[in-house]
């Protein structure tokens, strides 16, 4: 099946540090990739779409500056979190459409913790 | 948009019986239902899913009904098992899924606890 991957698996930084997400899908090519939040016994709520080749869109109440997402090729996506603080931890997912066209396939997931 | 409401929150129910959630949707457009389980500290797997134009799927222990006309699916589990005690999210997709900006939509999740 489609394998995504995820890293880091868990970081824990310091208030006002930049925090950089990797996610790749490793034996398929995902032209769209969708980053979720999770907060503990919370469901997955979506920040943002992310398209090959093209600017990712967010949902409402998602800081496209804080969130920075680049999806630069068919098998990366990245999620920046600027100037991270102790609000945005939380566990990070990322997802990515396979290869039947509507099917997600979720990474690992991120543990951020800022102190 | 799309919203999706998922019952119940939580969900205790004994080694070798049934289990049932159910969602309920709101876009009559949304055309795919996937449902994922989640365990503790780890990533969504997708389970069964459902199209629009079928009514019910079935793989082993685990089926799916869709009314459409209801805008409603559900979750069956049978003759559960302790390693079925997990989280629960039901999805629906709006319109175009197929395009380049498809989206899920969860709900909130039942958490399912199984009793030996």
């Known amino acids: 099946g489609a394998v995504v991957s995820q890293h880091p698996s868990r970081v824990i930084c310091k208030s006002g540090t930049s925090v950089k997400i990797e996610c790749r899908s490793l034996?398929?090519?995902?032209?769209?990739m969708f980053w979720y939040r999770q907060f503990p016994k919370k469901s997955l709520m979506l920040m943002a779409t992310?398209?090959?080749?093209?600017?990712?869109?967010?949902e409402q109440g998602v800081e496209k500056d804080k969130f920075l997402i680049n999806h630069a090729s068919l098998t990366l996506s990245t999620l920046t979190v600027t100037s991270a603080h102790p609000e945005d931890s939380s566990f990070y997912i990322c997802?990515?459409?396979?290869?039947?066209?509507?099917?997600?396939?979720f990474g690992p997931g991120t543990r951020l913790l800022v102190l | 948009g799309e919203n999706v409401e998922q019952h119940p929150s939580t969900l205790s129910v004994q080694e070798g019986d049934s289990a049932v959630i159910k969602c309920t949707y709101s876009?009559?457009?949304?055309?795919?239902f996937p449902w994922y389980k989640q365990e503790l500290g780890k990533r969504p797997q997708l389970i069964i899913d459902i199209r629009s134009n079928v009514g019910e799927k079935k793989d082993q222990r685990i089926a799916v009904t869709l009314n459409k006309t209801a805008k409603h699916f559900s979750l069956h589990i049978t003759e559960t098992q302790p390693e079925d005690s997990a989280v629960y999210f039901c999805a629906a997709s709006p319109q175009n899924y197929g395009g380049s900006q498809g989206n899920l939509i969860f709900g909130k999740g039942t958490k399912l606890s199984v009793k030996p």
């Open positions: 034996d398929f090519q995902a032209t769209t």
């Open positions: 992310s398209n090959e080749g093209s600017k990712a869109t967010y």
């Open positions: 997802s990515a459409r396979g290869r039947r066209p509507e099917t997600q396939y």
């Open positions: 876009d009559s457009a949304s055309n795919y």
